[in-house]
């Protein structure tokens, strides 16, 4: 039905895209991975800006300015996350429990 020529390239062609597609594969998690981040990695950093954090975990519940003399000299804005649901048994970020997040201009300097 088909030459073999044409069946040669049909399985280069097949070969190349599978291994450009394995090539794409990110690091697959292991399972200690899965089970400290459920809902993949969320975990915020310090030094990042308002508009990163709310990309990753949405608009706050909440936003107030905050004063703290001993933590810091002047005033912070706080993002308050509140859990989205408790049933969860472990740390999910704010779906498991209330997070602050502190902010000094546009930067994240500070979470509880």
Known sequence: MF???FMALIVVF???IFTYGCSMLESIPN???VVKYPLGKTTL???MTKQEVEFKWGKPDSISTVEDKKRWPDTREMWVYHPQTSSIPIDADYLS???KLYFDGDYLTDQE
């Open 3 to 5: 030459n073999k020529g």
């Open 14 to 16: 097949a070969l190349a």
């Open 31 to 33: 399972p200690a991975e």
């Open 45 to 47: 950093k310090v030094g």
């Open 97 to 99: 429990e209330t997070r």
